[in-house]
């Protein structure tokens, strides 16, 4: 069974940093397409940043130089560092797997498994 | 940057009816779109992709439609715990992005 385990949100204020960690069980993050994606509260979702099999990364316009998403392949974690936060980056995150099955088969794009998220409040 | 539209914004049905919800794209996405499902306090749960196919372990009674454009998801019996927000989600291959739809909130009548 999947499983993804989302943890480090909480409360910073503006211009701060975060950094988040999902934890992977039932799978490989090294072997997988894995995402970020995000939702502001009572909003809808807003795709935040791709970490390919290969390790190219790339990133939505509105968090591209703020944001680096990498992984752990040892702890089989995958990590997004948040830095110089905005008030529009408060949402919940969500780390989420592509549901493309490697090898040759490039990113889907589509979304197959997902975290329970966690909430990243930023204000003073 | 592609913008899916979505309508409509809230759906009021009973269950045991039937429920068409529509996604437009604001230019051609070719069949690269996928339909989630959220519930309160949930992830969403990826129900098609490539506009046609379920996903795994989807009930029956879900089915998508469309291409270029235009894209529907049918329910075709609604049970009690299909009452839930829908978003469609489209993605392009250069550069590498994603954007949502801004939702469908299928509520009871």
């Known amino acids: 069974e999947v499983r993804l385990e989302e943890s480090g949100g909480g409360l910073i204020q503006p211009g701060g940093s975060l950094r988040l960690s999902c934890v992977a069980s039932?799978?490989?993050?090294?072997?997988?397409?894995m995402s970020w994606v995000r939702q502001a509260p009572g909003k809808g979702l807003e795709w935040v940043s791709v970490i390919y099999s290969g390790g190219n990364t790339y990133y939505a316009a509105s968090v591209r130089g703020r944001f680096a998403v990498s992984r752990d392949n040892s702890n089989n974690t995958l990590y997004l560092q948040m830095n110089t936060l905005r008030a529009e980056d408060t949402a919940i995150y969500y780390c989420?797997?592509?549901?493309?099955?490697?090898?040759?088969?490039?990113?889907?794009?589509?979304?197959?498994?997902w975290g329970q998220g966690t909430l990243v409040t930023v204000s003073s | 940057e592609i913008v899916l539209t979505q309508s409509p914004a809230t759906l009021s049905l009973s269950p045991g009816e039937g429920a068409t919800l529509s996604c437009r794209a604001s230019?051609?996405?070719?069949?690269?779109l996928a339909w989630y499902q959220q519930k309160p306090g949930q992830a969403p749960r990826l129900l098609i992709y490539?506009?046609?196919n379920r996903a795994t372990g989807i009930p029956a009674r879900f089915s998508g439609s469309g291409s270029g454009t235009d894209f529907t998801l049918t329910i075709s019996s609604l049970e009690p715990e299909d009452f839930a927000v829908y978003y469609c989600?489209?993605?392009?291959?250069?550069?590498?992005?994603?954007?949502f739809g801004q939702g469908t909130r299928l509520e009871v009548k």
């Open positions: 989420a797997r592509d549901a493309s099955p490697g090898g040759v088969w490039g990113p889907s794009y589509y979304f197959d498994s």
């Open positions: 989600q489209q993605r392009i291959n250069w550069p590498p992005g994603v954007t």
């Open positions: 039932g799978l490989s993050v090294s072997s997988n397409y």
């Open positions: 490539d506009a046609s």
């Open positions: 230019q051609s996405v070719g069949s690269y």
